[in-house]
């Protein structure tokens, strides 16, 4: 099995015609899910949140088949997550792709049942204080909240469908 570093790469890696959107619509489906679950693992395990279209991005090419994907591609595939809600375009010329490997609500939930878990839900805390504060460092919630807010909380997202200005004191729903 080819491996992307210590990223054990799917067996469809090295199959050509992964690397070409497909023209039948249950193979190119198939193809679609195939890459969404591949690009979140990626991203999930090597900690990152953005992919820039027009740049490389390891996933996206296999020199041992001497395959790249296509920028329709790519978009194509970015665009699918997008569409589930498992990130978003962070720009309105949809180059920049923010990739959540939660929805916004389950990395709203996960920074909630961190601040439960940790006895901060009578504190006042920024968002700043709680990423880098002693009970984050090595957690997961640690690296959501390396985030920086930039998709939690500008657009007031993240807090919307419950009340949490209970556990976070002093929230008011803008920032």
């Not at 839900?121 to 997961?140: A, F, K, L, N, P």
Request: aromatic fraction near 12%; charged fraction near 30%; charge should be negative.
């Amino acid at each position: 099995m080819q491996k992307l570093g210590e990223f054990k790469l799917p067996h469809f890696f090295n199959y050509p015609p992964y690397f070409t959107l497909q023209p039948v619509r249950d193979t190119r489906e198939k193809q679609v899910q195939l890459w969404k679950e591949l690009i979140l693992d990626y991203c999930r395990t090597q900690k990152i949140f953005t992919i820039i279209l027009d740049e490389e991005f390891p996933l996206f090419t296999n020199p041992v088949i001497d395959r790249s994907l296509s920028h329709e591609a790519r978009e194509a595939f970015l665009s699918a997550l997008i569409s589930e809600g498992r990130a978003e375009w962070m720009d309105k010329g949809h180059k920049k792709c923010l990739v959540l490997w939660l929805r916004i609500q389950d990395w709203a939930d996960c920074i909630l049942r961190f601040v439960k878990d940790n006895g901060l839900e009578d504190s006042v805390m920024t968002i700043e204080e709680i990423r880098t504060g002693i009970e984050s460092r090595g957690t997961e919630e640690g690296y959501i909240l390396d985030l920086k807010t930039s998709a939690l909380m500008p657009r007031g997202e993240a807090y919307p469908k419950q009340d949490y200005n209970s556990s976070f004191m002093g929230w008011t729903g803008t920032y």
